[in-house]
């Protein structure tokens, strides 16, 4: 769909007594603003179908990075990100999907207590339910120097209650005397109004030879090449304000004064499957998109091995790993 165009039938008819929900103009948040911008994508709330807006996916003129346009304002987060927003609810899953969920949740917990190692401090910046976190503890065998951050005391509360510290707070202005061995940042960065910020003001809350640990969708990926002109699943539509590729997320981090030293493509067969939903919505096919669901076993098995043999072939999944490191002191 071209940039402005009129709303198709079903669009009109799926989101026809949704909001319209209060955005914002941004420009480019890396290289300089006044470059300019192309539209690589149109699109609207593919997924919960919370507002009628219709959004652009911009592609910045002078550096490798996407965002969505025009941003929802702040009070807007309230409706974009429904109850039933799955991340929301990751630690009530049950079957194979949880199973598979925690594997992958665990092999990313002993990475980040590798790091760590056995004294160091770890913040989870916007932890949501704290699956990761969990995750950490468990293995851990404690949750003594496990940090949560979110924006909301409502959020944190539960984590509270299981003997996480708690920081509240937007990231970009986060206050602690604490330093940390590890920051995470967990399919966070795509989400905050002012990622450039962020990682500034975290970079100042890691101890000397700290590290960021972030992982994010990659806008270089082979489901991004086949998808992009709209139905791509890491778009998220109006969720992901800005996306990355390894080159943009580089950037980023040596702004901050951070060394990267270490990059991993990792498998995400969640944005093959919403992909495919997306499409087969915006077609009309109702019944069939429903089927296409990231809940459904049966199909994040084959998405994960198309991912899998995408990285044995050299090829770039949409989940990408970078670790950057703050000097440590002389």
């Given at each position: 769909?071209p940039?402005?165009?009129?709303p ?160 509240i ?8 005397a ?91 067969p969640?944005?093959?499957?919403q ?21 459904n ?34």
């Open positions: 769909m940039p402005n165009a009129e198709s039938s079903t669009q009109k008819h799926l989101l026809q007594n949704k909001p319209e929900i209060p955005c914002r103009n941004v420009c480019s948040c890396l290289g300089d603003p006044r470059a300019g911008f192309s539209v690589a994508a149109t699109g609207y709330d593919f997924e919960y179908r919370t507002c009628r807006n219709q959004f652009e996916i911009r592609r910045a003129a002078d550096c490798d990075l996407l965002y969505v346009f025009p941003q929802p304002c702040a009070e807007a987060l309230a409706t974009i990100y429904p109850p039933e927003y799955i991340p929301f609810q990751f630690h009530q899953l049950h079957g194979p999907v949880r199973w598979a969920r925690d594997f992958v949740q665990g092999r990313k917990a002993k990475a980040i207590l590798q790091l760590a190692r056995e004294t160091g401090k770890i913040l989870d910046v916007g932890t949501g339910s704290g699956i990761l976190l969990r995750q950490i503890a468990r293995m851990k065998g404690s949750t003594k120097d496990l940090y949560a951050n979110d924006f909301s005391d409502s959020i944190l509360a539960p984590l509270r209650k299981k003997g996480f510290q708690t920081l707070g937007q990231a970009e202005t986060l206050e602690t604490e330093r940390f061995a590890v920051i995470c940042m967990n399919q966070v960065l795509e989400h905050l109004q002012n990622p450039v910020s962020v990682v500034h003001r975290l970079s100042t809350l890691l101890a000397p030879g700290g590290y960021l640990f972030i992982e994010t969708p990659n806008i270089a990926s082979l489901d991004a090449r086949i998808f992009g002109a709209r139905f791509w699943g890491g778009y998220h539509i109006p969720r992901h304000f800005w996306l990355f590729s390894e080159k943009s997320l580089r950037q980023l981090l040596t702004s901050a004064g951070l060394c990267v030293t270490r990059v991993r493509y990792l498998a995400s969640a944005f093959w499957i992909s495919v939903h997306h499409l087969l919505l915006d077609r009309g096919w109702f019944k069939t998109a429903r089927f296409f669901s990231e809940k076993p049966l199909l994040l098995a084959p998405a994960t091995i198309l991912d899998l043999l995408t990285g044995a072939l050299g090829g770039k999944t949409s989940n990408i790993r970078i670790v950057a490191q703050k000097q440590a002191e002389s």
